[in-house]
């Protein structure tokens, strides 16, 4: 059973830069597609960006297009988003997913870790 463990995250200003990763455990991201949400208090959970293992395909939410940067680390089985000039309506918990296609649509996502909170302050 494929379990995800997410780490990073934190507090930062508005501007600041933050990483937030996610680990495969038990078994490997082969074969998936592995992306992120996030989910602000009151709102409905947002796709934020998602890679594509076997071929590194990635795909961006508008609103964080240039900003964020999803990457993989294949050796350690993790997948890291680099969260750049970051703003106060990025702050959330963001969720790791894991499926077998790359989608925005939550529901086509099979495995979702715990999630990491991500503050940003004006």
């Known amino acids: 059973q494929l379990a995800l463990v997410e780490s990073g995250g934190g507090l930062v200003q508005a501007g600041g830069s933050l990483r937030v990763s996610c680990a495969a455990s038990g078994r490997t991201f082969g074969g998936k597609a592995v992306g992120w949400f996030r989910q602000a208090p009151g709102k409905e959970r947002e796709f934020v960006a998602g890679v594509r293992w076997s071929s590194g395909a990635s795909y961006y939410t508008d609103s964080v297009q240039g900003r964020f940067t999803i990457n993989k680390e294949r050796a350690k089985n993790t997948v890291h988003l680099e969260m750049n000039n970051l703003k106060p309506e990025d702050a959330a918990v963001y969720l790791c997913?894991?499926?077998?296609?790359?989608?925005?649509?939550?529901?086509?996502?099979?495995?979702w870790g715990q999630g990491t909170q991500v503050t940003v302050s004006s």
């Open positions: 997913v894991a499926g077998p296609t790359l989608s925005t649509n939550p529901y086509e996502w099979p495995y």
